[in-house]
């Protein structure tokens, strides 16, 4: 689906001929000027290689296997065809429709004592052809168009949506794998902690208090670890209902990557483009529909105006009765005209019914793209202020670094004690786990920005599956 499919559709429904109703008005979203604060470094330019920027390759292949049978993509490609279907079905009714019928009757007349028995064959072709003098078939042909190419744009949607909740989740379970290995570091530091406070208290050189106080530092630190267990867990069923993988299978492709955020080259953004709303397909969505409900005021309106009718037939009557029969060709042609005179206020209803949807559809669409040009600007302050807080909770982790590091070198030389050790470690550990977090969140928020600036659907190819639903009409 590319934008000049969506131009064609809006150039099929402004010619309208004769056609009654509102012509529709193509609608050029309002290009806004970028308020958020931009980063400096990065493009957006190739939105359909975005995936192959986090150098992540079983990422890329975990996408590609979702799309295979995801519910939710058979759900909209369900849409489609249904879509389809109906303009299939629209479009028939510019043509001639002929049928063949058949017949056979017997009957049987009494006249006093004499009785008649008569056969009756027929066989015949009848041929109809309603002319669209006011344009209501071109008008039902024209929203039914409308809306097919909103289902396609809206399959497309899917795809962008569930892309980015497979990467999401997926980074999501990075950053606990990696949480979970700083979880198990800290648990066995409180665990020496408690060793050597019960050693110093056996030995006279620390209280009970201190005891005391280690043994609900080493509990704290084994229910910690078994709450980012239990979440890792529930991360990776997500993971596993997302791509309808076996989890043993799922579980043994992660392995090889364990704890790894994925990173992209580039996370920054030097622009953003000012057309960045027509590449966004709930904004084409919802111009589709409004041009759909507009072609609907037309048909509503053209169904108040006189119909004609063009009926043909031409059959073969074969008559027999008392033992004789005839042969009687018949063949008939003629116009037939229909004038709505009295409705009871259903045409004129459905009329204002017709143009109170065009209001919603109208109202919805303003809607849409101020909700859009929302997201992209939240898109990114969100990923401008990501990239700070990384920056920043990076070089608290390297502090933290030096510091135990330092406290290592004295504990070597005799200078310092284990206890210190102890807690130099686990400080240095909370400011990784501070870092994963923020480094889970800049990803976030560069999946987020892809979404919000629609994914390069307009360039991204049709999936196998989609082709294949096409090549079966």
Not at 175 to 192: D, H, M, P, V, W
Not at 361 to 376: G, I, M, P, W
Not at 392 to 412: E, G, I
Request: glycine share 6%; hydrophobic share 40%; net charge negative.
């Amino acid at each position: 689906m590319s934008m000049s499919r969506i131009g064609l559709v809006m150039t099929t429904l402004a010619i309208a001929g004769c056609a009654v109703g509102p012509d529709y008005q193509h609608h050029d979203a309002e290009q806004p000027q970028w308020h958020s604060a931009v980063p400096h470094g990065g493009k957006v330019e190739d939105l359909n290689k975005w995936w192959e920027q986090l150098n992540d390759p079983l990422l890329s292949k975990l996408i590609l296997d979702t799309e295979q049978g995801n519910p939710t993509l058979d759900m909209a490609l369900a849409k489609l065809n249904e879509a389809r279907a109906i303009e299939t079905a629209s479009t028939g009714v510019y043509y001639p429709t002929l049928s063949l019928g058949a017949s056979s009757t017997r009957s049987r007349m009494a006249f006093g004592q004499q009785v008649f028995v008569q056969s009756n064959n027929k066989i015949g072709f009848d041929a109809s052809w309603e002319l669209d003098l006011f344009g209501k078939n071109r008008r039902t042909a024209q929203a039914a168009q409308a809306r097919f190419t909103a289902s396609e744009v809206s399959w497309h949607d899917a795809r962008i949506s569930l892309a980015a909740e497979v990467a999401d989740v997926y980074v999501e379970l990075r950053q606990c794998e990696a949480g979970l290995a700083t979880a198990e570091q800290n648990k066995q530091s409180r665990a020496t902690v408690r060793e050597l406070t019960d050693l110093k208290a056996g030995a006279g050189l620390a209280s009970p208090m201190d005891a005391a106080r280690a043994q609900v530092s080493e509990a704290e630190g084994d229910s910690a670890y078994s709450a980012k267990q239990g979440e890792c867990a529930r991360v990776l069923n997500r993971l596993t209902a997302l791509t309808g993988i076996d989890r043993d299978t799922l579980t043994t492709r992660l392995a090889d990557k364990s704890g790894q955020i994925p990173q992209p080259n580039e996370t920054d953004v030097s622009s953003v483009a000012a057309h960045a709303l027509s590449q966004r397909p709930d904004v084409a969505i919802a111009e589709l529909n409004l041009a759909a409900a507009s072609a609907d005021i037309g048909a509503s309106k053209a169904a108040m105006y006189p119909s004609l009718t063009l009926l043909g037939s031409i059959a073969s009557n074969h008559i027999s009765q008392g033992g004789q029969s005839v042969v009687v060709p018949t063949w008939s042609f003629g116009p037939s005209l229909s004038i709505p005179l009295f409705s009871g206020g259903r045409a004129s209803a459905n009329v204002d019914a017709s143009e109170a949807r065009y209001d919603y559809a109208q109202a919805s669409y303003q809607k849409t793209v101020r909700e859009a040009v929302r997201n992209v600007e939240d898109s990114l302050v969100r990923l401008n202020v990501a990239n700070d807080r990384a920056k920043s909770a990076h070089q608290a982790q390297d502090r933290y670094q030096q510091l135990f590091n330092a406290t290592q070198a004295r504990y070597d030389t005799g200078l310092s004690n284990r206890m210190a050790l102890e807690d130099a470690r686990r400080t240095w550990l909370q400011s990784q786990d501070n870092a994963a977090a923020m480094e889970l969140e800049r990803v976030s928020s560069w999946i987020a920005l892809y979404k919000a600036l629609g994914g390069g659907w307009e360039r991204v190819a049709r999936t196998d599956k989609l082709a294949e639903n096409d090549s079966k009409q």
